[in-house]
């Protein structure tokens, strides 16, 4: 069976998205068939893909809250072996529609179960909060990758999103894991430098070996619709999540 990792902190603009997106084209250029689920309303993954999320038969939205199966909701992406299931504003409502409804932490996992034994790796795009949606990302999740950007209040916040792990280990999903924690946009500074060694010192060898850094690049290939790796592949960006997904690879 693959490995479902959701990417997740509540805090917003921390690089989630980059990383959900770059880490799936990494991981299907290694050969590995990846599927990547857009968790979040604003529907940035499929954007940084070129998907068009106005012209989308099915998305998310259509798996979570109608039921219709999952197969029905995937697309293909400009990248060979990564398949997407996009979504749009339209997965807003699905908060408000499942509040009612039975087992509705498990919405997603029970969503995916049909496609799982596909894909050796399923990439989940956290919003940014702890929201149902998180929650059903968390519970459909066998780890947790977290991204921290290098700045001052990296760690704010951090306690939480942990302590929300727990909850859902204890309740939803056992078998859980902090996959691992993931410093991004790192610069040469005392500063950047500073939070590398705090971080470290606090979760130790959760940290990825890998940073990623600070790159004009990653932040310029969404616009033309393509992961770094084809957008740039020398840059800066593009070799720390073909490394990144080395190491994902790596730690099995
Ligand atoms: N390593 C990086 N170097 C330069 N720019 C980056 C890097 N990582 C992310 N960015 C840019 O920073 C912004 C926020 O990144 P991203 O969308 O990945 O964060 P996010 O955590 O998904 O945000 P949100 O919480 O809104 O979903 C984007 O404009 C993105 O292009
Ligand atoms: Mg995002």
Same mark, same amino acid.
């Given at each position: 069976?693959?490995?479902?990792?959701?990417?997740?902190?509540?805090?917003?603009?921390?690089?989630?998205?980059?990383?959900?997106?770059?880490?799936?084209?990494?991981?299907?250029?290694?050969?590995?068939?990846?599927?990547?689920?857009?968790?979040?309303?604003?529907?940035?993954?499929?954007?940084?893909?070129?998907?068009?999320?106005?012209?989308?038969?099915?998305?998310?939205?259509?798996?979570?809250?109608?039921?219709?199966?999952?197969?029905?909701?995937?697309?293909?992406?400009?990248?060979?072996?990564?398949?997407?299931?996009?979504?749009?504003?339209? =997965?807003?409502? +699905?908060?408000?529609? &499942? #509040?009612?409804?039975?087992?509705?932490? /498990?919405? @997603?996992?029970?969503?995916? !179960?049909?496609?799982?034994?596909?894909?050796?790796?399923?990439?989940?795009?956290?919003?940014?909060?702890?929201?149902?949606?998180?929650?059903?990302? =968390?519970?459909? +999740?066998?780890?947790? &990758? #977290?991204?921290?950007?290098?700045?001052? /209040?990296? @760690?704010?916040?951090?306690? !939480?999103?942990?302590?929300?792990?727990?909850?859902?280990?204890?309740?939803?999903?056992?078998?859980?894991?902090?996959?691992?924690?993931?410093?991004?946009?790192?610069?040469?500074?005392?500063?950047?430098?500073?939070?590398?060694?705090?971080?470290?010192?606090?979760?130790?060898?959760?940290?990825?070996?890998?940073?990623?850094?600070?790159?004009?690049?990653?932040?310029?290939?969404?616009?033309?619709?393509?992961?770094?790796?084809?957008?740039?592949?020398?840059?800066?960006?593009?070799?720390?999540?073909?490394?990144?997904?080395?190491?994902?690879?790596?730690?099995?």
């Amino acid at each position: 069976m693959g490995q479902v990792i959701a990417v997740a902190n509540q805090k917003g603009g921390v690089g989630k998205t980059t990383t959900a997106v770059n880490l799936s084209a990494c991981l299907a250029a290694s050969g590995k068939k990846t599927l990547l689920v857009d968790l979040d309303p604003q529907g940035n993954a499929g954007s940084g893909l070129g998907i068009d999320k106005n012209a989308l038969e099915n998305t998310l939205y259509d798996a979570l809250v109608n039921e219709t199966p999952m197969a029905e909701c995937v697309i293909d992406t400009p990248v060979a072996k990564l398949r997407m299931v996009p979504s749009n504003k339209d =997965l807003v409502g +699905a908060e408000v529609e &499942l #509040v009612d409804v039975e087992r509705r932490e /498990y919405r @997603l996992r029970e969503a995916l !179960e049909s496609v799982r034994g596909d894909y050796p790796y399923i990439i989940i795009d956290c919003p940014p909060s702890l929201s149902l949606l998180t929650v059903n990302g =968390l519970a459909a +999740a066998d780890g947790v &990758l #977290v991204t921290l950007q290098c700045e001052y /209040y990296a @760690l704010e916040g951090l306690s !939480e999103l942990l302590q929300t792990i727990i909850l859902v280990r204890d309740n939803l999903n056992k078998p859980l894991k902090l996959q691992g924690v993931l410093l991004t946009m790192y610069q040469h500074t005392n500063l950047s430098k500073q939070v590398v060694a705090d971080v470290r010192s606090h979760l130790g060898d959760k940290v990825f070996q890998t940073i990623i850094p600070r790159n004009v690049t990653l932040s310029e290939a969404p616009s033309f619709g393509q992961p770094v790796i084809h957008y740039d592949p020398k840059s800066p960006g593009a070799v720390a999540y073909v490394a990144l997904a080395r190491e994902l690879i790596s730690r099995g």
